[in-house]
């Protein structure tokens, strides 16, 4: 079993800026592909963005590239969003999730085996 927990949520204006952080504890002997993806209120989960197992190949959302930055540290176990120029539109759950059956990374969540409970990003316009 792996658990994730979510950090660094939080309530922000347009325009400024939220690094979230995922912290990984349980099976780590292998570095799955890690994900976030986010829920507003009334719509879908939707991907966010993805990192591979080693962090050299990275995927984002058409509507977060350029603004976002996925990273990660494989020693710590941990995964970052690094927001930036946030938007109302990008109010939401945002979640944490790995992979180890596609520890290439995915845009698709029924890749991923394990979830967050999610931290809460609110942009006030």
């Known amino acids: 079993q792996v658990q994730l927990v979510e950090s660094g949520g939080g309530l922000v204006q347009a325009g400024g800026s939220l690094r979230l952080t995922c912290a990984a504890s349980g099976r780590t002997l292998r570095s799955p592909a890690m994900g976030w993806f986010r829920q507003a209120p009334g719509k879908e989960r939707e991907f966010v963005s993805a990192?591979?197992?080693?962090?050299?190949?990275?995927y984002y959302a058409d509507s977060v590239k350029g603004r976002f930055t996925i990273s990660r540290d494989n020693a710590r176990n941990t995964v970052y969003l690094q927001m930036n120029s946030l938007k109302s539109d990008d109010t939401a759950v945002y979640y944490c999730t790995a992979s180890y059956r596609y520890t290439g990374g995915s845009r698709d969540a029924k890749d991923y085996d394990y979830w967050g409970q999610g931290t809460q990003v609110t942009v006030s316009s």
């Open positions: 990192i591979n197992w080693s962090g050299g190949i990275t």
